[in-house]
């Protein structure tokens, strides 16, 4: 049973080009969620998704940045028109169970990450 | 003032030595307190979940959460060199998906 796959491992881009993340949950897992880790600090979260909905995305920037989790297929974090500031670690996790109240939210499965380098 | 405080070290300890790593926060609504482990390069790994205030261990680790002192901490038993990873606590109120994390410390145990 695989974990958590994100590819690419790394992605680099110059300004004003757009990065796609991809993220493919563990087998059985419905629920996703897309954190990123700047340097020297935690990870921040950004959205939570099930398939085919958004759930919370009240950590996402509000423009150039986007997330879908289709019926098929992996989930995808989009970044368009990056700048530098955008350079981190992007962390996708998944969960088998919903999460919230008292919901097994500790059972977040990470994956390895992709670090986008902006130039 | 960040919700969550965590001192980033790195934290040196020889072989065989109790760790003891610390977070506070601010927020009284977390409820629900967890500590990851991240290898570099790697994505964290959960180590240890508890809810509310009081102890929990397995094996070598130990959390204590203090509610009343917004306080956790992880002790480590019997530091191992493999144990050299960056340690993140992290905390959610109830109803809700969302994690916040500490910064993470570095901790590094020499053979």
């Known amino acids: 049973n695989a974990g958590v796959m994100q590819n690419p491992r790394h992605l680099v881009r110059r300004r004003g080009q757009e990065a796609r993340l991809r993220c493919s949950p563990m087998k059985g897992h419905s629920h996703v969620y897309w954190y990123r880790q700047l340097p020297e600090e935690g990870l921040k979260f950004m959205v939570y998704?099930?398939?085919?909905?958004?759930?919370?995305e009240s950590g996402m920037p509000k423009e150039r940045f986007s997330a879908e989790f289709p019926k098929e297929g992996p989930s995808i974090l989009r970044i368009q028109q990056v700048v530098r500031g955008d350079s981190a670690a992007y962390f996708c996790?998944?969960?088998?169970?919903?999460?919230?109240?008292?919901?097994?939210?500790?059972?977040?499965?990470f994956g390895s990450g992709t670090q986008l380098s902006v130039l | 003032q960040k919700e969550v405080e965590q001192d980033p070290g790195p934290l040196s300890v020889p072989e065989g030595a109790i760790v003891s790593l610390n977070c506070t926060y601010s927020?009284?609504?977390?409820?629900?307190f967890m500590w990851y482990r991240q290898y570099s390069r790697k994505g964290p790994e959960l180590l240890m979940y508890t809810y509310s205030s009081g102890n929990k261990e397995d094996g070598r680790f130990t959390a204590q959460v203090d509610k009343s002192s917004k306080y956790i901490s992880l002790f480590i038993r019997d530091s191992q060199p493999s144990d050299s990873a960056t340690y993140l606590c992290a905390m959610r109120a109830y109803n809700t998906d969302k994690l916040i994390f500490g910064t993470g410390t570095r901790l590094q145990v020499f053979p």
């Open positions: 996790a998944s969960s088998p169970t919903m999460t919230g109240g008292e919901a097994t939210n500790e059972k977040l499965f």
């Open positions: 927020n009284s609504a977390f409820q629900y």
């Open positions: 998704l099930q398939k085919e909905n958004i759930i919370d």
